[in-house]
C-alpha cells in the first residue's frame, strides 16, 4: 500500500513539474506584431541601403523551420484597426506582420513585403528583442524605390526602444513611421 501510494505521488509530483515546464515555456514566448507605413505626401528621405545579405544571419519569417518562431494569421492580428486608421488618413500601411518568437535575444527576425529585387525588397525590416531589466525591441527597416534607371532609394529607420508589453508603442521617421505591440504568446 505504501509503494502504491508513494507511485501515486511521484506521478503527480512528476505531472506537476512538466505542467510547470510547460507554462514557463509559455511566458518565455512572445508574440511580436509591425506595422510599416509611408507618408506618401512626404518628401523622400534617402537614408542608408540595406546590403544585399542584410538579412544573413536573421530567420526569414517567410521560410524559417524553426518551430518556435511562426507566422500568424490575420485572424490573430492585435494592430489591424490601427493599420485601417493610418490609411484612412492618408497613409500607405506597406508590411503588417505578426509572429511568435521565444525570448532570445541573439534571435534576429527578417520581415519583409513585396517583389525581390537582386536580394533586396520594397519593404524589409530586422527585428530583435531584448531583456535586461526592461523589454527592447531593436529594429532597423527599409523602405526601398526602384528608379526608372534601375538604382535603388532606401528610405531607413533604425531604433532601439524600451517597450512595455501589450501597448502599441510609434517610431516616426520623417517620411515613414511603424508600430510595434509586444505581448506574450
Known amino acids: 500500500m505504501t509503494s502504491l501510494r508513494s507511485l501515486q505521488l511521484l506521478a503527480i509530483l512528476a505531472l506537476s513539474g512538466w505542467m510547470g515546464l510547460a507554462q514557463a515555456q509559455s511566458q518565455n514566448t ?13 518628401q523622400l528621405t534617402p537614408g542608408t541601403a540595406p546590403s544585399y545579405g542584410w538579412a544573413d544571419q536573421a ?21 489591424s484597426s490601427d493599420a485601417g486608421k493610418l490609411s484612412a ?17 541573439s534571435l534576429e527576425v527578417a520581415v519583409h513585403e ?14 530583435s528583442l531584448g531583456q535586461e531589466r526592461l523589454l527592447e525591441v531593436d529594429i532597423t527597416a527599409w523602405i526601398n524605390n526602384q ?13 532601439i526602444r524600451r517597450l512595455r508589453l501589450d501597448e502599441t508603442h510609434y517610431l516616426d521617421h520623417q517620411s515613414m513611421g511603424m508600430l510595434v505591440r509586444i505581448s506574450r504568446s
Open 114 to 127: 513585396g517583389q525581390e529585387m537582386g536580394g533586396i525588397y520594397p519593404v524589409q525590416a530586422l527585428v
Open 30 to 42: 512572445y508574440q511580436v506584431e509591425v506595422v510599416i507605413f509611408s507618408q506618401p505626401s512626404a
Open 147 to 159: 528608379t526608372q534607371d534601375g538604382e535603388i532609394v532606401s528610405e531607413r529607420i533604425k531604433q
Open 89 to 105: 488618413q492618408g497613409y500607405k500601411v506597406v508590411l503588417h506582420k505578426a509572429w511568435t518568437q521565444p525570448d532570445d535575444s
Open 59 to 79: 530567420t526569414d519569417l517567410t521560410v524559417t523551420t524553426r518551430s518556435d518562431v511562426r507566422n500568424l494569421d490575420s485572424s490573430r492580428l492585435k494592430l
